[in-house]
């Protein structure tokens, strides 16, 4: 759903754990989208997180949304040197990140970076795919994958292999990840300030 997840998101984790036989309190680990993405998005995803496993005593997997684009892209398009990935922030402010593949596993290439221009990046002249949404600022020429879609099964996998690892976190350490440069708040001006006195 584009909107109103907050409104959905208890009941449908009501719903898929019921279908599993169980309650919320059976759950061991939970793993959820940490971003970057949405602001308001990401702050839910991690609220609800850390409020379930709080309750279950269970461990948290923040799984990153530009390394699970990147799966995403590997498993749906079969890219195999590397990709770009991009998810919207807001106007014309994209997330980007880049990741090499090696064995079929991408491998951080460059961190995530917010950007409201096209970076000189190698990645571009070397023919590396942009996967995710595509700024209108992206070169011309840049091949673009279309249709990549990561779900919530995804994200499962993902923690799922967090979790196997040893990566689970106590919950209140399950953070959304931010971006430098990334906040929705401005500071209120001078001009704006004089006009509330």
């Not at 309190?25 to 990401?42: H, K, M, W």
């Not at 917010?114 to 996967?131: I, Q, V």
């Amino acid at each position: 759903m584009a909107r109103a997840h907050n409104e959905h998101i208890l009941g449908l984790i009501d719903g898929l754990v019921a279908a599993a036989g169980g309650t919320p309190q059976d759950l061991d680990g939970i793993a959820f989208g940490c971003g970057p993405g949405s602001f308001t998005g990401v702050r839910i995803a991690a609220s609800v997180a850390q409020a379930l496993a709080l309750g279950a005593g269970a461990s948290v997997a923040p799984v990153s949304s530009t390394l699970a684009l990147a799966v995403a892209a590997i498993e749906q398009r079969a890219v195999e040197d590397g990709v770009v990935v991009s998810i919207r922030s807001r106007r014309d402010a994209f997330y980007l990140a880049s990741f090499s593949i090696a064995d079929g596993e991408p491998i951080a290439h460059r961190a995530d970076q917010l950007l409201t221009a096209c970076p000189d990046w190698a990645e571009f002249a070397n023919g590396w795919p942009l996967a995710g949404d595509p700024p209108s600022w992206l070169p011309a020429d840049a091949p673009v994958l279309s249709e990549v879609a990561v779900g919530a099964g995804l994200i499962a996998q993902l923690g799922a292999r967090a979790f196997a690892e040893g990566r689970g976190l106590d919950p209140e350490l399950g953070l959304p990840a931010y971006v430098q440069g990334d906040s929705p708040w401005r500071p209120v001006g001078d001009e704006a300030t004089a006009r509330l006195n």
